[in-house]
């Protein structure tokens, strides 16, 4: 496995596995079934500390070395998708204020999480999704506040959150220079979130509108300067893609385990699948693409340890692995035939939540403009 992390974390690591096997693999199941909030899951995942897992020590968190967190971030998703969901959006959020943040927004941020709550990245609404300047969330200056108003759609942890990192315009007419990234606290007064959405797949986790309504802020929730949105949003989700794309490879390797036991056990022309050199060479792909993936992240991890860009790379990680997800998961479910087809079985589960990594935090489209515009240039 590329994730050659610390033997240190060897201990954290397996106990992880466990957790992930035990707990989160067999329980949400059935709540992927019933759309449940899986509150008691969630309960036992902090506390074993896994929501302050790239929180700077000096912030009261773990602060893991980068690539243990991945191997963890595949575990979590091998397991359920939705539950590594949870965890990579309050991460998206943590990391557009660790980014460009003042020090007091930081110890607010990560006080909340360490309070077992999660953070939320509000950037999307109705009529902007890949295309983030056409955003209508609209920041006012007053005195020494803002006052926000506007919806935003489709957030992770919506409903669940303790603080949201919010973009809004408050400038008109400049496009994505007009906007920028507000930190708000859940409960403030005009803040509201919407029903939670009935989802295809990652059916643990939380989606929803968040409403704002008047939601008025102090001035220092300001993350950053005015009119820096845009680039704190694009940087932040550099990083999230990457989480994306180990997410992605769990999958691909949940769709590898589950063909591979299957395919020993399923006897056709008197002999297990696994004996087909057709069938073999459909899990030797899968592997294939398992590993690149790994690669591809781990590579992403070695550049940001160094302070290097990796726009470019983030962008051909998350892109890779999302395809080789869905790629994966409809491989294992050829491989069960009809019994892949069927909720009895867990292979067509895979493939509704191998869907979204072709969607959120980027659409595969989109991450292929990012590295062409690198490559041949904007």
Known sequence: MAYLFPEEDRDLYESVKEFCEKEVKEQCKEFDKTGEWPSKIYDMAMDMGLHMMEVPEAYG?????????????????????????SFNASSLALNAILISGSEELKHRACKILEEKKFGAFALTESDAGSDAGAGKTVAVRDGDSYVLNGRKCFITNGGVAGFYVVTAMTKKGVGVSGMSAFFVEAGTPGLSTGAEENKLGIRTSNTCDVVLDNCRIPAENLIGKEGEGFKIAMKTLDHGRVLCACAAAG????????????????????KPLIKNQALSFKIADMAIKAETSRQMAAHCAA????????????????????????????EAIQIFGGYGYIHEYPVEKLLRD??????????????????AGAVIGR
């Open 61 to 85: 968190g773990l602060e893991l070395n980068r690539t243990t967190n991945l191997a963890l971030v595949e575990l979590m998703a091998a397991a359920d998708a939705g539950f590594a969901t």
């Open 251 to 270: 999958i691909i390797q949940r769709s590898i385990d589950e063909s591979v036991a299957y395919a020993k056990e399923r006897i056709a022309f008197g």
């Open 303 to 330: 550049l940001m340890d160094r302070g290097m860009p990796y726009s470019k790379e983030a962008a051909m990680a998350k892109a890779f692995a999302a395809d080789g997800a869905m790629f994966a998961a409809s």
């Open 354 to 371: 191998a869907k979204i990594f072709q969607i959120y935090e980027g659409t595969c489209e989109i991450c292929r403009m990012v590295v």
